[in-house]
């Protein structure tokens, strides 16, 4: 007569006290709840598999419920019944969801910003602050969230194509960003091959012009009376325009001007070379009429660390279209005006009309000047 198996109630489970050593208490065809000296009641499957005596664990009373785990038992035991190992399957599983965590937790945003975490000490801050704007405004929001590895060339065709409808410029910059992304990726052993190895073609070329700019002397006189009469600005975007045709350096070197830079005293402005597009430290010469604006606006932003703070956040500076917007409140069109503009306007003056060397104009405009005698010369 075949044994008899007495299952285990709800209130043997519950009720089990501990003792000085574990023990067992089964519930029929290799299932049994293991009380633990701990506390614990822990559901345990044993089974026999190619010869041998194996254990698969199931969880933990109450969480998982006697018929949970009786349900997890039958299953175990037609896989058995099939030549299947339980515990092997449990295993790959496992395996697999370690996996998939994996794949889930590398997104592009996070590999994003672990890219550029590990390029920023070769890049200026500007162009390091400027880049990671712009992945944050037109990539993460869309494909942000994207495992990376789910990531195909024709989804970074379709990015570059929606951004470059609106600005060519900023889809040429990110086409660069998506290569070394990738490339980063893949040297870290995420990807098997880069998807953005060959975008070639995708963006359409930029045709070179000038910044636009007034370069006659009245026409610059009329500039410069607009903005000193203008009240459609705030006052610290109003010192950045009138302080911009007299230093004349890139629209980013002076949006990110910090007060540590400056010996008002001496009047000169150091700008570091982190900030600068050359990556070289630059010294710029004030004027009267520069050092009386920035005093000026020393009582407005001087205890803190920008001097053209944002308009939102003090301890930000400016964004790089507030010097733009401003003019076009002003009622001068991008085919006037723009925030580079002053630079043209600056070397067009000092060279055609004022009578300077170009040599000492490149260099106050820290382009990169061919030296025939040397650097020591410049």
């Known amino acids: 007569m075949p044994k008899r198996i007495v299952t285990l109630t709800f209130p043997q489970v519950d009720n089990a006290k501990t003792r000085a050593k574990d023990y067992k208490l089964s519930d029929g065809e290799g299932l049994h709840l293991l009380v633990t000296h701990s506390g614990g009641k822990l559901w345990r499957f044993q089974y026999r598999y190619a010869g041998k005596q194996k254990t698969l664990a199931f969880g933990s009373f109450p969480e998982i419920s006697i018929a949970d785990a009786r349900d997890l038992r039958d299953k175990a035991r037609k896989e058995v019944a099939k030549g299947i190992d339980p515990g092997e399957v449990k295993k790959a599983l496992k395996i697999q969801k370690q996996a998939q965590a994996t794949i889930d937790a590398n997104t592009f945003e996070l590999i994003a910003r672990r890219w550029h975490q590990h390029k920023n000490p070769e890049w200026s801050k500007n162009h390091s602050d400027r880049l990671l704007h712009r992945l ?5 929001p869309t494909m942000g969230k994207r495992p990376i590895v789910d990531i195909k060339r024709s989804e970074l065709v379709g990015e570059l194509r929606r951004v470059s409808a609106r600005t060519v410029e900023t889809a040429i910059r990110l086409k660069i960003a998506f290569y070394g ?4 990726a893949l040297d870290e052993g995420l990807i098997d091959q880069n998807p ?11 045709k070179a012009k000038h910044m636009s ?23 610290v975007t109003k010192c950045a325009l009138r302080l911009a045709p007299l230093v004349f350096i890139r629209p980013g070197e002076l949006r990110s001007a910090e007060w540590s830079d400056f010996d008002l005293d001496n009047s000169v402005w150091n700008i570091p070379g982190e900030k600068m597009k050359m990556d070289e430290p630059h010294l710029v010469p004030l004027s009267k009429q520069a050092v009386m604006i920035l005093r000026e606006i020393h009582f407005l932003t001087g205890q803190g660390k920008y001097v053209f703070c944002g308009h939102r956040s003090p301890t930000k500076y400016m964004s ?4 733009n917007q ?7 069109g991008k085919d006037e005006i723009s925030g580079h503009g002053f630079r043209a306007m600056a070397r067009t003056l000092l060279h055609e009309v004022l009578g300077f060397l170009p040599d000492p104009i490149e260099a106050q405009l820290a382009h990169a000047v061919p030296d025939r005698l040397g650097t020591a010369y410049n």
């Not at 944050?136 to 993460?140: G, Q, R, T």
């Not at 006659?216 to 459609?232: F, G, N």
């Open 196 to 206: 953005a190895g060959d975008l070639k073609g995708i963006v359409p070329r930029v």
């Open 136 to 140: 944050e405004l037109d990539l993460f």
């Open 320 to 323: 790089e279209n507030t010097v």
């Open 326 to 332: 401003a003019l076009r409140r002003m009622g001068l």
């Open 181 to 184: 992304i990738f490339r980063f």
């Open 213 to 235: 700019a007034p370069t006659q002397p009245r026409k610059v006189a009329e500039l410069i009376k607009t903005i000193d009469c203008s009240t459609r600005m705030t006052f």
